[in-house]
């Protein structure tokens, strides 16, 4: 099983074990090393405070206690996802709706684009994004990378530029 595949599954398994507590389970890395690092992505309303990763560590102990498809042996990490993460699951646009983003692009007849805006979530195959009163879509198979800012980053780069 690769690393992305197991991620995969522990994502879809584990999700109501993590739901239970309280908090959103956003993603799952899975990093092979002697023990396997599973690294599980949560976020609350408000944030993902330090008693929201004790709370779901220890209920994923649990889980993978028991879940036969778990790693021989493997370490848990239980983190938020941070003031700039990248997004990387399409639910992730939906879930950070609202939040200020960074997103590069390649549109057709105009090349790599970069995008600083309010994040409106996915309409069908498309990005929405609100940059400067102006609501722009960007189809998501275009998207190439794209960040939570911090706010105080918002003016720190154009909007819609061209590269």
Same mark, same amino acid.
Request: hydrophobic letters at 35%.
């Given at each position: 099983? $690769? *690393?992305?595949?197991? *991620?995969?599954?522990? %994502?879809?398994?584990?999700?109501? $074990?993590? =739901?239970? !507590?309280?908090?959103?389970?956003?993603? /799952? =890395?899975?990093?092979? +090393?002697? #023990?396997? %690092?599973?690294?599980?992505?949560?976020?609350?309303?408000?944030?993902?405070?330090?008693?929201?990763? /004790? #709370?779901?560590? +220890? *209920? %994923?102990?649990?889980?993978?206690?028991? @879940?036969?498809?778990?790693?021989?042996?493997?370490?848990?990490?239980?983190?938020?996802?941070?003031?700039?993460?990248?997004?990387?699951?399409? !639910?992730?646009?939906?879930?950070?709706?609202?939040?200020?983003?960074?997103?590069? *692009?390649?549109?057709?007849?105009?090349?790599?684009?970069? @995008?600083?805006?309010?994040?409106?979530?996915?309409?069908?195959?498309? /990005?929405? %994004?609100?940059?400067?009163?102006?609501?722009?879509?960007?189809?998501?198979?275009?998207?190439?990378?794209?960040?939570?800012?911090?706010?105080?980053?918002?003016?720190?780069?154009?909007?819609?530029?061209?590269?």
């Amino acid at each position: 099983m $690769t *690393a992305r595949s197991l *991620a995969d599954e522990l %994502l879809e398994h584990a999700r109501e $074990t993590v =739901e239970k !507590e309280g908090v959103a389970l956003l993603d /799952v =890395e899975v990093a092979p +090393r002697p #023990r396997t %690092l599973l690294r599980f992505v949560i976020d609350g309303e408000g944030g993902a405070t330090i008693r929201d990763c /004790v #709370r779901v560590d +220890r *209920a %994923l102990a649990g889980f993978l206690a028991t @879940w036969e498809r778990a790693p021989e042996s493997y370490v848990i990490e239980v983190t938020s996802p941070g003031l700039d993460r990248r997004l990387r699951r399409d !639910e992730e646009y939906d879930h950070f709706r609202g939040r200020l983003v960074r997103l590069h *692009a390649e549109i057709e007849d105009e090349g790599a684009r970069e @995008w600083v805006g309010v994040l409106g979530g996915r309409d069908g195959g498309d /990005v929405i %994004l609100c940059v400067e009163d102006e609501i722009v879509r960007i189809p998501k198979e275009r998207i190439r990378s794209a960040r939570l800012l911090f706010k105080k980053e918002q003016g720190k780069s154009g909007s819609g530029r061209k590269k």
